[in-house]
């Protein structure tokens, strides 16, 4: 864009005129998206742009002559918001686990000490992503990561309860929606209800959380990912290779 918020501030400045709400709100938008650069804060930009030149109308006034465009920002703005944006890498940050604890099973009982370190990513994850923490810093930390896995006692016996089990212990609640479901079946039922999840694919976990506009998709092998649509969403995970498994869901709170 060939306006930066500050040459914004300075040539739609009046004087002994105070800015409307609705031009304070692209203000603010304006400063989100020069300090993130997405496609999101971009489209918040546009949005509340859009809602000031509406309240412009509303008075009987053209935006074209208003004062705040006496240097020409209002129309280099709204020019820079019409051309596309470029498309955006999708991935927040990389993600591998090398780092984990084997599991192994005690005497003829089908329980084990431990829980895989995918499990345990993906709940901290939840909860960072739940607490409010912006993506770009919500990668879990792997020391807190190990100390859950150790803490932590599965048991299939339980029917998945143990999945629940570790995210009491994460600070989490969970709620089973779905068992041994398809992963299109699953991704309908998450996109509806938004929020955040745990999935288990019976040898391997991942998270998802999801409010309008935003689809994330965490994989503590291959890194977060953030999509604006349901589709671009389903294509990503398609390419990571799920489309055959079988997937228990837990929605997850803090």
């Known amino acids: 864009m060939r306006m930066t918020y500050d040459q914004w501030m300075k040539d739609t400045a009046v004087f002994a005129r105070q800015r409307s709400n609705e031009l304070q709100a692209v203000d603010r938008a304006f400063r989100t998206y020069q300090l993130r650069q997405d496609i999101f804060t971009r489209n918040a930009l546009a949005s509340a742009f859009s809602a000031w030149k509406v309240a412009q109308q509303r008075k009987g006034q053209d935006w074209h002559t208003s004062l705040r465009n006496q240097k020409k920002a209002v129309e280099i703005l709204d020019a820079d918001l019409k051309v596309a944006a470029p498309r955006q890498n999708p991935k927040i940050f990389d993600s591998t686990n090398d780092n984990y ?8 009982a089908g329980r084990g000490t431990y829980a895989g370190m995918c499990t345990s990513l993906s709940a901290l994850w939840l909860d960072n ?66 929020g955040g999840f745990l999935i288990d694919n019976g040898s391997h976990a991942v998270a998802v959380y ?34 055959n498994d079988q997937w228990t869901v837990w929605s997850v709170t803090n």
């Open 210 to 243: 999801i409010k309008p506009d935003n689809f994330y998709f965490y994989d503590c092998e291959k890194g977060l990912f953030l999509f604006q649509t349901e589709s671009e969403w389903k294509s990503q995970i398609s390419s990571m290779g799920y489309d």
């Open 129 to 194: 992503i739940l607490s409010g923490k912006r993506d770009v810093i919500s990668k879990p930390d792997e020391g807190r990561a190990q100390y859950l896995q150790a803490k932590f006692r599965w048991d299939r016996s339980l029917g998945w309860q143990d999945r629940v089990n570790l995210l009491k212990s994460a600070n989490l609640k969970g709620v089973s929606i779905l068992t041994n479901a398809t992963v299109p079946d699953a991704e309908a039922q998450m996109a509806s209800r938004g």
């Open 101 to 108: 604890l084997h599991n192994f099973n005690q005497a003829g």
